[in-house]
């Protein structure tokens, strides 16, 4: 999806297909409820992926002793994330848990105003 | 925008007045919503004061305001998306830079469309003031009434106090102020007594922001004498160029005129959504299919693709759009709110915490080189979600599904997903009976879950014999819920289930 703002700075918002399929198959059916309109599932589920990885950053930065967090923190602002990453692999922090913790509650929260 | 320049447009029950009046280049914006407190306080009678960070400011409070918040915080992204255009060449085009990522994400979020944002202008200005009738609330003419009646007694007395001079081709810096920018973009010269045959535009109607189209030759200079009883100083400023009965049709700049509905009624949007400013096509928002400003006289059949071959709609054809958008306009406001509450709550308070560790800011080029990062990790995120479990067609391509899907007369549902959904190659492995059991447990499914939507078309149609002509079946949502685990089914799909109910 390609959206052009006035500037003609393009802004290329990577489509689903990076997740699995299934994730997204479910996810499309339990948001239903939230919108009919597929384009803004499709929207959401991005959305709730970028939560899914800014709550995991955040929690490796937690993770991380002090002097590598503030390492860390300035490799973000940065914008140099996969270095973020290394430093963690590095420090040991397995990510898989993380994700998969911080995946089940979001989406928790996600099915529960659907079920209103 | 040249100092000088200035346009008008509304939004929804509210009508802005831009103009950038000094050589600082600063922004001046006057709203009908906050006329009493410009009008407050201010030695010059003209406090027009509202800077592009104000405006921004007002954009966020608008997003906590209970009442109309999914609407507002769209009409008021609108507000600040013209701002940007205008002020696109502007000394102050920097500020709008850091605003136009903010800008074009709201705009994204709210359903709107960041290229035709004219057309939306048009659509919100038909849903608020539909709103804003039903609600009780003030209705748009009302407010442009009043809004006008100050503005006019500011100007002239700016006028007299020398702040603003329309009676000047061109100010000291020698910037042509003969010129006023439509909301649309296109120009107008200000007094212009003169128009030669190929610049004619049949200006004997005028299109308003919400659509209706005003007969506006039908004032006679009588009527207009009379309606300028009250402002002598607006006939003043009127009369600085000559009237005409061959004028009186023209482009020229009006402030006075006032226009009428075709049937002869004045309408509560006489006063002009934003428009009027002109006497002319006085479309607040270039709405999609009217009469531009460049004086189009195309037909509907004109090439709808560029803004001067846009034909002008009927006011039947007008409506039904209008109808059209609000239904999609409305969904979109449903699903926005509540996709609101369930992400950008969370998403907030871990961007806050974030910026508690030392995040400087959270912007585009970082979240997708967040996401991407992620999207990177396979394997991990092939349990995102907890989901470890491998796709039962992993490794197949899968056939596109419609969303739309029209049955062929005497089909039903059991047919169409036995023959449409689960009759594609990756699935060509199912027997018949395997598909007739799943089909099964998808409706029974369904009746235990009557008031999920996302079974509607199921339960609908499951008993049914046939499918009424003209019904679109989706079929990827089909797909979707014969393809998620079911605690019912032990956490297995409708289709592993099936296939092995144990």
């Known amino acids: ?116 | 925008m040249l100092q000088g320049q200035q346009f008008l447009f509304s939004v929804g029950n509210e009508v802005y007045f831009v103009h950038n009046q000094n050589s600082m280049n600063e922004l001046k914006v006057e709203s009908s919503e906050t006329e009493k407190t410009t009008m407050e306080g201010n030695a010059n009678g003209v406090d027009l004061s509202m800077r592009l960070d104000e405006l921004q400011r007002r954009i966020e409070r608008a997003k906590t305001l209970d009442e109309n918040a999914s609407s507002r915080p769209f009409e008021l992204y609108v507000v600040a998306k013209k701002l940007a255009e205008v002020l696109m060449g502007s000394k102050i085009a920097g500020e709008i830079l850091d605003n136009q990522e903010v800008i074009n994400n709201a705009i994204a979020e709210n359903g709107g469309d960041v290229n035709n944002i004219a057309e939306n202008s048009v659509i919100v200005d038909a849903v608020a003031k539909d709103t804003a009738m039903q609600e009780s609330v003030l209705s748009p003419g009302d407010a442009v009434r009043s809004w006008r009646e100050n503005y006019y007694k500011a100007v002239n007395t700016a006028n007299e106090k020398g702040v603003i001079d329309f009676s000047k081709k061109e100010d000291e810096e020698g910037v042509d102020m003969s010129y006023v920018q439509m909301a649309d973009g296109s120009l107008y010269e200000n007094n212009k007594t003169e128009k030669t045959a190929e610049e004619s535009v049949d200006m004997s109607y005028v299109q308003m922001a919400d659509g209706t189209l005003y007969n506006s030759v039908e004032q006679s200079n009588d009527e207009r004498v009379e309606s300028n009883a009250g402002h002598p100083e607006i006939t003043n400023f009127a009369s600085t160029s000559e009237k005409s009965e061959e004028t009186k049709s023209s482009d020229r700049y009006e402030w006075n005129d006032i226009v009428r509905p075709l049937d002869g009624e004045v309408d509560d949007n006489g006063a002009g959504g934003g428009g009027n400013y002109g006497g002319n096509n006085g479309n607040g928002g270039s709405g999609g299919g009217g009469n531009n400003g460049g004086g189009n006289e195309g037909g509907p059949d004109s090439d709808e693709s560029s803004p001067e071959g846009r034909g002008r709609l009927t006011e039947e054809e007008y409506d039904s759009k209008v109808e059209d958008w609000k239904k999609v306009v409305g969904a979109m406001r449903v699903a926005t709110e509540r996709r609101e509450k369930i992400i950008n709550d969370h998403e907030n308070r871990i961007i806050w915490k974030l910026k508690n560790l030392g995040l400087k800011k959270m912007t585009t080029p970082l979240r997708l080189k967040i996401r991407k990062s992620f999207s990177n990790l396979k394997e991990k995120t092939k349990n995102l979600f907890g989901f470890g479990k491998k796709k039962v067609y992993e490794g197949t391509v899968e056939t596109p599904l419609l969303q739309e899907y029209f049955p062929q007369p005497g089909e039903n549902l059991s047919t169409i997903i036995k023959e449409q959904v689960l009759g594609v190659p990756e699935m060509s492995t199912l027997t018949q009976e395997q598909k007739d059991t799943i089909v099964q447990n998808l409706f029974t499914y369904a009746k235990k879950n009557p008031y999920m939507s996302m079974f509607d078309q199921v339960n609908t149609f499951s008993d049914a014999e046939s499918i009424p002509s003209g019904t679109a079946i989706d079929l990827q949502m089909i797909k979707r819920l014969i393809s998620f685990p079911v605690d019912e089914f032990g956490n297995k799909t409708i289709i592993e289930y099936s296939n092995n109910p144990s």
């Open chain 1, 1 to 116: 999806m390609v959206i052009k703002p006035l500037l003609n700075i393009v802004i290329i918002l990577p489509s689903p297909k990076f997740m699995n399929q299934e994730i997204i198959n479910k996810l499309h059916a339990v948001l239903y409820t939230v919108s009919p309109l597929a384009s803004e599932r499709d929207r959401m589920i991005e959305e709730i992926g970028d939560t899914v990885w800014l709550e995991t950053i955040e929690q490796i930065l937690v993770r991380l002793p002090e002097d590598r967090r503030a390492e860390a923190i300035a490799l973000l602002n940065e914008d140099e994330v996969e270095k973020v990453l290394e430093i963690a692999e590095r420090e040991a922090i397995d990510i898989t848990p993380i994700l998969e913790d911080i995946s089940k509650n979001i989406l928790n929260e996600v099915l529960l105003p659907a079920k209103e």
